[in-house]
């Protein structure tokens, strides 16, 4: 079924999701621990065209396709580090929200890894990823077109729209 190319439809509305996409790349916070988010993030939401890109990111900028393939089970693997595992953690619970907020005791343990702006900033990737997974599964992003030659283009083409 064709869907509706919303960058045309609402260019205001691509400008607004590319401003936050533009600001995580930025932020300072490390680049294998962002797309570890992207990816954890698209696995919740089943995004299989988010999913398709940011485990390409993640091998072309050298993540181990071992830490990849035990993501959806990072609790029970050895390969993370405190921080990731917290951001992993943070990043489920942002995810899934609903009606019971952050937990204490989540938001205490991961503030021992990172600084407020850390913090912040962890939330807007987190925040981010599960916007660009909204708008790739009800927009059909089609899956395995996405390169990873493609991060240098504009942000909207890397997430798969203009292409329809």
């Not at 190319?5 to 936050?20: C, E, M, N, S």
């Not at 390969?79 to 619970?93: C, D, G, M, P, S």
């Not at 005791?105 to 916007?131: C, P, Q, S, W």
């Not at 909204?134 to 203009?162: H, K, M, N, Q």
Request: net charge neutral; hydrophobic share 40%; with cysteine.
């Amino acid at each position: 079924m064709k869907r509706i190319v919303y960058q045309h439809a609402a260019p205001d509305a691509l400008r607004a999701i590319t401003g936050l996409e533009r600001y995580v790349r930025e932020c300072g916070l490390e680049k294998g621990l962002i797309e570890l988010i992207k990816i954890r993030a698209s696995q919740i939401n089943g995004c299989a065209y988010c999913l398709d890109m940011h485990i390409k990111d993640a091998l072309a900028a050298g993540e181990t396709a071992q830490r990849i393939h035990l993501l959806s089970i990072w609790r029970e693997a050895p390969f993370y580090t405190k921080r990731e595992r917290a951001a992993l953690e943070w990043t489920e619970v942002v995810t899934n929200i609903g009606r019971d907020g952050v937990p204490d005791g989540l938001y205490k343990r991961t503030r021992e890894h990172f600084a407020e702006k850390e913090l912040v900033d962890l939330t807007m990737a987190v925040i981010t990823i599960n916007g660009w997974n909204r708008l790739a599964i009800c927009f059909g992003a089609e899956v395995g077109s996405y390169r990873p030659d493609l991060a240098t283009a504009p942000i909207a083409s890397a997430y798969g729209f203009g292409q329809q």
